[in-house]
């Protein structure tokens, strides 16, 4: 079965370092959404994209974070410099186009020291 | 303001009986309404998804109802089964390029 594949599972970094997780969506999907969940918190959207471009970046902290997915295929997403507060399970997920159902990875436990 | 409210965050049910959970949005032009079940360290597995044109869709032990009028939808679990216990999120989305907004998920136990 097509899965959604993210590395790596876990990232322990110092506050101040940068920090890089990936994504490669599932085949053919052409939508990829990277999400953040804090702790007790639902999934909250961080960036969207339509092939390679950017659909919604509106919550995406733009002074700290970027992502990029040059190719349409897999995607990154940076934290530079990483806070405290970043600490967070960091997920990604993808769907065939934007009517459809997202497909989610298993996500990156980031903790920021 | 959290426009999908999954006002309570805990339940606890029997092994074999039935399992409700419910969500609220506040969002008018949501169409779209999904499940998400999660797991600890995972990430969340899509379960079952209703359009707004309909009222109830099925699949298995799960059954998702939608209420428009009230702006409410539920989903059934039965008969409930240990597995079963996770965290579950309920997400709405609009029509086009908006997107997934999920709920703050309500913990689900079964117990034996």
């Known amino acids: 079965e097509a899965e959604v594949a993210q590395s790596p599972r876990y990232k322990i970094t110092e506050k101040s370092q940068a920090v890089a997780f990936w994504c490669d969506p599932i085949?053919?999907?052409?939508?990829l959404y990277w999400y953040r969940q804090i702790l007790g918190q639902g999934p909250e959207l961080l960036v969207q994209?339509?092939?390679?471009?950017?659909?919604?970046d509106s919550q995406l902290p733009k002074d700290r974070f970027s992502a990029e997915r040059l190719k349409g295929v897999d995607s990154t997403l940076k934290i530079q410099p990483a806070e405290l507060g970043d600490s967070a399970m960091y997920l990604c997920?993808?769907?065939?186009?934007?009517?459809?159902?997202?497909?989610f990875g298993q996500g990156t436990r980031l903790t920021v020291v | 303001d959290q426009q999908v409210k999954q006002n309570s965050p805990s339940l606890s049910v029997q092994e074999g009986r039935i399992s409700i959970l419910n969500c609220d949005y506040t969002n008018s032009m949501f169409d779209y309404f999904l499940w998400y079940k999660k797991y600890p360290a995972e990430g969340p597995t899509f379960l079952i998804s209703i359009s707004s044109i309909k009222d109830k869709n099925e699949d298995g032990r799960f059954t998702v109802f939608l209420n428009k009028s009230a702006k409410h939808l539920s989903l059934h679990i039965v008969p409930s089964q240990p597995g079963d216990s996770a965290v579950y999120f309920c997400a709405a989305r609009g029509s086009g390029n908006t997107p997934l907004v999920f709920g703050k998920g309500t913990r689900l136990s079964v117990i034996a």
């Open positions: 994209f339509q092939d390679e471009s950017v659909v919604d």
């Open positions: 997920a993808s769907s065939l186009d934007e009517n459809t159902e997202a497909f």
């Open positions: 085949s053919g999907h052409a939508t």
